[in-house]
Protein backbone atom coordinates (compact mmCIF):
# COMPACT_ATOMS: atom_id res chain seq x y z
CA UNK A 1 0.00 0.00 0.00
CA UNK A 2 3.11 1.96 0.64
CA UNK A 3 4.27 1.55 -2.80
CA UNK A 4 0.87 2.59 -4.45
CA UNK A 5 1.01 5.88 -2.19
CA UNK A 6 3.95 6.52 -3.32
CA UNK A 7 3.43 5.78 -7.38
CA UNK A 8 -0.08 8.07 -6.96
CA UNK A 9 1.89 11.17 -5.52
CA UNK A 10 3.75 10.95 -8.44
CA UNK A 11 1.07 10.49 -11.17
CA UNK A 12 1.01 13.71 -13.37
CA UNK A 13 -1.91 15.07 -15.20
CA UNK A 14 -1.46 16.39 -18.94
CA UNK A 15 -2.91 16.13 -21.98
CA UNK A 16 -2.80 13.15 -24.04
CA UNK A 17 0.82 12.47 -26.69
CA UNK A 18 -1.34 12.59 -29.50
CA UNK A 19 -2.86 16.26 -28.41
CA UNK A 20 0.61 17.38 -27.25
CA UNK A 21 2.01 15.92 -30.51
CA UNK A 22 -0.18 17.52 -32.53
CA UNK A 23 0.28 20.94 -30.89
CA UNK A 24 4.07 20.68 -31.55
CA UNK A 25 3.48 20.22 -35.13
CA UNK A 26 1.42 23.58 -35.75
CA UNK A 27 3.92 25.73 -33.35
CA UNK A 28 7.12 26.83 -34.95
CA UNK A 29 9.78 25.48 -33.24
CA UNK A 30 13.44 26.38 -33.64
CA UNK A 31 16.26 24.26 -32.26
CA UNK A 32 18.93 26.11 -29.87
CA UNK A 33 22.31 26.70 -31.31
CA UNK A 34 24.95 24.35 -31.39
CA UNK A 35 26.79 23.46 -27.35
CA UNK A 36 24.54 26.18 -25.77
CA UNK A 37 20.89 25.46 -23.55
CA UNK A 38 18.19 27.33 -25.51
CA UNK A 39 14.20 27.42 -25.16
CA UNK A 40 12.14 24.12 -25.49
CA UNK A 41 9.34 23.35 -27.38
CA UNK A 42 7.52 22.68 -24.14
CA UNK A 43 8.21 26.38 -22.65
CA UNK A 44 8.98 27.32 -19.66
CA UNK A 45 10.63 24.85 -17.67
CA UNK A 46 12.26 22.60 -20.03
CA UNK A 47 15.50 23.85 -21.86
CA UNK A 48 17.52 22.11 -24.93
CA UNK A 49 21.15 21.85 -25.96
CA UNK A 50 22.31 20.56 -29.58
CA UNK A 51 24.57 18.36 -29.40
CA UNK A 52 26.89 18.00 -32.69
CA UNK A 53 28.02 14.42 -33.51
CA UNK A 54 31.00 12.75 -35.65
CA UNK A 55 29.98 11.85 -39.17
CA UNK A 56 28.48 8.64 -39.21
CA UNK A 57 28.73 8.08 -43.04
CA UNK A 58 25.70 9.84 -44.00
CA UNK A 59 27.13 12.99 -44.86
CA UNK A 60 24.05 15.01 -43.20
CA UNK A 61 25.69 16.75 -39.65
CA UNK A 62 23.84 14.31 -36.89
CA UNK A 63 23.25 15.93 -34.07
CA UNK A 64 21.50 14.88 -30.39
CA UNK A 65 19.10 16.76 -28.33
CA UNK A 66 19.24 16.93 -24.52
CA UNK A 67 15.84 18.23 -23.16
CA UNK A 68 16.11 19.40 -19.74
CA UNK A 69 13.59 20.27 -16.83
CA UNK A 70 14.50 23.19 -14.72
CA UNK A 71 11.15 22.51 -12.25
CA UNK A 72 11.48 26.02 -9.99
CA UNK A 73 10.63 27.60 -13.33
CA UNK A 74 7.99 25.36 -14.32
CA UNK A 75 4.95 27.04 -13.85
CA UNK A 76 2.83 23.73 -13.52
CA UNK A 77 5.15 21.96 -10.83
CA UNK A 78 3.03 22.62 -8.09
CA UNK A 79 5.02 20.76 -5.22
CA UNK A 80 8.98 21.53 -5.68
CA UNK A 81 11.48 18.26 -4.80
CA UNK A 82 13.18 19.82 -1.20
CA UNK A 83 16.28 18.17 -2.55
CA UNK A 84 17.81 16.61 -6.04
CA UNK A 85 18.88 12.64 -4.83
CA UNK A 86 19.50 11.12 -8.08
CA UNK A 87 19.56 11.70 -12.32
CA UNK A 88 17.84 10.39 -14.62
CA UNK A 89 18.16 10.09 -18.61
CA UNK A 90 15.61 9.07 -20.97
CA UNK A 91 15.57 7.20 -23.82
CA UNK A 92 12.48 7.33 -26.45
CA UNK A 93 11.81 4.19 -28.40
CA UNK A 94 11.64 4.27 -32.68
CA UNK A 95 9.52 6.75 -34.20
CA UNK A 96 9.39 8.90 -31.43
CA UNK A 97 11.22 11.74 -29.33
CA UNK A 98 11.07 12.91 -25.65
CA UNK A 99 6.79 14.35 -25.57
CA UNK A 100 6.10 13.39 -22.31
CA UNK A 101 6.50 16.24 -19.62
CA UNK A 102 4.40 15.00 -17.46
CA UNK A 103 7.15 12.29 -16.59
CA UNK A 104 9.38 14.55 -15.87
CA UNK A 105 7.86 16.46 -13.07
CA UNK A 106 6.79 13.34 -12.00
CA UNK A 107 10.42 12.53 -11.44
CA UNK A 108 11.18 16.03 -10.19
CA UNK A 109 8.61 15.68 -7.33
CA UNK A 110 10.59 12.04 -6.16
CA UNK A 111 13.99 14.14 -6.39
CA UNK A 112 15.13 13.64 -9.71
CA UNK A 113 17.36 16.15 -12.17
CA UNK A 114 15.17 14.77 -15.27
CA UNK A 115 17.04 14.85 -18.74
CA UNK A 116 15.58 12.81 -21.99
CA UNK A 117 17.65 12.58 -24.87
CA UNK A 118 16.16 12.96 -28.91
CA UNK A 119 18.47 10.33 -30.72
CA UNK A 120 20.47 11.51 -34.34
CA UNK A 121 17.57 12.10 -36.90
CA UNK A 122 14.95 11.76 -34.41
CA UNK A 123 12.57 14.43 -33.22
CA UNK A 124 14.35 17.64 -32.22
CA UNK A 125 17.42 16.33 -34.01
CA UNK A 126 15.67 15.94 -37.06
CA UNK A 127 17.23 17.86 -39.78
CA UNK A 128 16.11 18.85 -43.55
CA UNK A 129 16.89 16.36 -45.77
CA UNK A 130 18.26 13.71 -43.44
CA UNK A 131 16.20 10.17 -43.45
CA UNK A 132 14.90 9.89 -40.17
CA UNK A 133 15.62 7.65 -37.29
CA UNK A 134 18.32 6.07 -39.94
CA UNK A 135 21.28 4.42 -38.55
CA UNK A 136 23.87 2.07 -39.76
CA UNK A 137 24.50 0.43 -36.53
CA UNK A 138 22.79 0.72 -32.70
CA UNK A 139 26.73 0.88 -31.76
CA UNK A 140 26.65 4.65 -33.13
CA UNK A 141 24.17 5.56 -30.65
CA UNK A 142 26.82 5.30 -27.73
CA UNK A 143 28.21 8.75 -29.05
CA UNK A 144 24.95 10.44 -28.59
CA UNK A 145 24.40 9.25 -25.12
CA UNK A 146 27.98 9.96 -24.08
CA UNK A 147 27.82 13.38 -25.34
CA UNK A 148 24.71 13.67 -23.10
CA UNK A 149 25.70 12.10 -19.76
CA UNK A 150 29.21 14.38 -20.29
CA UNK A 151 26.72 17.72 -20.12
CA UNK A 152 24.50 16.04 -17.59
CA UNK A 153 27.71 15.20 -15.30
CA UNK A 154 28.46 19.45 -15.25
CA UNK A 155 25.59 19.87 -13.34
CA UNK A 156 25.36 16.71 -11.36
CA UNK A 157 29.02 15.12 -10.96
CA UNK A 158 28.48 13.04 -7.74
CA UNK A 159 24.17 11.82 -7.72
CA UNK A 160 23.46 8.15 -8.83
CA UNK A 161 22.52 8.30 -12.42
CA UNK A 162 19.56 6.19 -13.91
CA UNK A 163 19.22 5.53 -17.50
CA UNK A 164 15.88 4.77 -18.64
CA UNK A 165 14.55 3.09 -22.09
CA UNK A 166 11.03 2.57 -23.85
CA UNK A 167 11.09 -0.11 -26.50
CA UNK A 168 13.77 0.58 -28.88
CA UNK A 169 15.32 2.59 -26.45
CA UNK A 170 14.97 -0.16 -23.71
CA UNK A 171 17.09 -1.60 -26.16
CA UNK A 172 19.80 0.78 -26.42
CA UNK A 173 19.35 1.24 -22.48
CA UNK A 174 20.84 -2.11 -22.48
CA UNK A 175 23.34 -2.45 -25.26
CA UNK A 176 24.82 0.60 -23.31
CA UNK A 177 24.84 -0.68 -19.68
CA UNK A 178 26.37 -4.00 -21.00
CA UNK A 179 29.11 -2.19 -22.78
CA UNK A 180 29.77 0.33 -20.05
CA UNK A 181 29.75 -2.14 -16.81
CA UNK A 182 29.75 -0.12 -13.38
CA UNK A 183 28.68 3.39 -14.97
CA UNK A 184 24.92 3.39 -13.85
CA UNK A 185 23.40 2.78 -10.81
CA UNK A 186 20.22 2.25 -12.00
CA UNK A 187 18.43 1.06 -15.46
CA UNK A 188 14.45 1.30 -16.38
CA UNK A 189 13.36 -0.48 -19.10
CA UNK A 190 9.87 0.50 -19.88
CA UNK A 191 8.39 -1.83 -22.34
CA UNK A 192 11.66 -2.84 -24.08
CA UNK A 193 12.35 -4.21 -27.50
CA UNK A 194 14.70 -6.81 -26.63
CA UNK A 195 13.68 -9.36 -28.90
CA UNK A 196 11.36 -9.66 -32.15
CA UNK A 197 8.19 -10.40 -31.60
CA UNK A 198 7.45 -13.92 -33.79
CA UNK A 199 7.58 -16.94 -33.40
CA UNK A 200 10.67 -18.85 -31.77
CA UNK A 201 12.21 -20.55 -35.34
CA UNK A 202 11.46 -17.07 -36.85
CA UNK A 203 13.86 -15.10 -34.47
CA UNK A 204 16.38 -18.06 -34.66
CA UNK A 205 16.40 -17.28 -38.23
CA UNK A 206 17.00 -13.70 -37.67
CA UNK A 207 19.48 -13.47 -35.45
Known sequence: MQNSAVENSAVETFASPAAIDWQLQVTPYAPPAANQWGPDMFGLGFSAYTLPLADDGEGDSPVATLVRHEPFSDPHMHQQPDKTRFVVLSLHGWNDYFLNPGMARSYARL???????DLRRYGRSLRPGQRMGFVSNLSLYDEDIAEALDLIRED?????????????????????????????DGL????????????????????
Do not use: K
Open 111 to 117: GGAFYAL
Open 156 to 184: YPDLPLVLMGHSTGGLLATLWANRHPGAL
Open 188 to 207: ILNSAWLEMQTMASMRSAVA
